[in-house]
């Protein structure tokens, strides 16, 4: 079983920033992997940024350049940096952890990009 606590998210305006912090409650080195997704309204799930074994990093296309993925081992967390924040980005951002072959999800946290 891991837990998955998320912080970060609220309002910003077009060309912001914002951190997304989610903190497992096991070592991340025994993950198979952790990062993020989001869901806008009316739309399905999809991956933004994720760690892999290996310390392999993974980018949707649409982050690329201006989300970068980021990982502090000593806290147990993964953040999210998220600059140039567009309208488009707003969503529910969901960190997600791998442990064997099961699937974690953090509650989610609201990402609103707006002037």
């Known amino acids: 079983q891991v837990q998955l606590m998320e912080s970060g998210g609220g309002l910003v305006q077009p060309g912001g920033s914002l951190r997304l912090s989610c903190a497992a409650s096991?070592?991340?080195?025994?993950?198979?992997?952790m990062g993020w997704y989001r869901q806008a309204p009316g739309k399905e799930r999809e991956l933004v940024a994720m760690?892999?074994?290996?310390?392999?990093?993974n980018y949707a296309d649409s982050v690329k350049g201006r989300f970068t993925i980021s990982r502090e081992n000593a806290k147990n967390t993964v953040y999210l940096h998220m600059n140039s924040l567009k309208p488009e980005d707003t969503a529910v951002y969901y960190c997600?952890?791998?442990?064997?072959?099961?699937?974690?999800w953090g509650q989610g946290t609201q990402v609103t990009v707006s002037s």
């Open positions: 096991r070592s991340i080195f025994t993950l198979n992997a």
């Open positions: 997600n952890a791998k442990y064997l072959q099961y699937h974690f």
């Open positions: 760690f892999t074994s290996g310390d392999i990093t």
